[in-house]
């Protein structure tokens, strides 16, 4: 579960998010719709600590993750690879180096979840821009995240790929996830999402 209470973030004497209130249960998928500056991706960055808000309150219960519009995967590396980084956090320095046997079994598994486990030995670099999607998904999976924040995660993708990329998102939401998306979509946000919240000025 997410919730967010009077959020407050400025930047160089601009006010971007005033009194911002949000709460996400698990098994839901809220859509964040609102012209460009007006705090959406702020908001999700203030939950992971991407930004330091300057007031308000934001509690997560268990982890949340975050899937970026540039998706930030290692081109040159695996799709398994990719995925197992998900699990760095959690590992010593020393085991970080090479992935452990059942951190790839994990990350197999996550894979698997998003429906790539039959490319996971193929570098990124040659994935589809919704395949690529799909195993950042995976990765944040890998963190063991039950609260999902998808930053634009289909502006950059095909029709096609983007109604792959919201029927994942819908799906881990309909297995008790809390998923948030920031979309430009307004089509998408009815189709997907259980609940939307528009955000102003």
């Not at 930047?11 to 809220?30: A, I, M, N, Y």
């Not at 300057?54 to 995967?73: N, P, R, S």
Request: hydrophobic share 45%; charged share 25%.
């Amino acid at each position: 579960m997410l919730a967010i209470r009077g959020l407050r973030k400025s930047f160089g004497g601009r006010t971007v998010l005033d009194g911002f209130d949000l709460r996400v249960s698990g098994g839901e998928f809220v859509a964040l719709l609102g012209p460009n500056g007006s705090g959406k991706s702020t908001a999700l960055r203030c939950v992971v600590g991407l930004e330091t808000p300057d007031g308000g309150e934001v509690d997560v219960t268990g982890t949340a993750a975050m899937v970026f519009q540039k998706i930030h995967l290692v081109g040159r590396r695996t799709a398994l690879d990719n995925v197992c980084t998900g699990a760095l956090a959690r590992l010593s320095f020393g085991r970080s180096l090479f992935f452990p046997r059942e951190v790839r079994e994990e990350a197999m598994r996550c894979l698997d979840r998003v429906g790539l486990a039959d490319r996971a030995a193929d570098r990124c670099a040659r994935l589809s821009g919704g395949q690529q999607q799909r195993v950042a998904i995976a990765r944040a999976l890998c963190q063991r995240a039950n609260v999902i924040l998808a930053d634009e995660p289909v502006s950059a993708l095909d029709p096609r790929a983007a109604v792959q990329v919201m029927e994942l998102l819908s799906a881990l939401a309909g297995e008790g996830m809390a998923v948030v998306a920031v979309l430009h979509q307004p089509e998408l946000a009815r189709t997907y999402a259980h609940r939307i919240v528009e955000m102003a000025a």
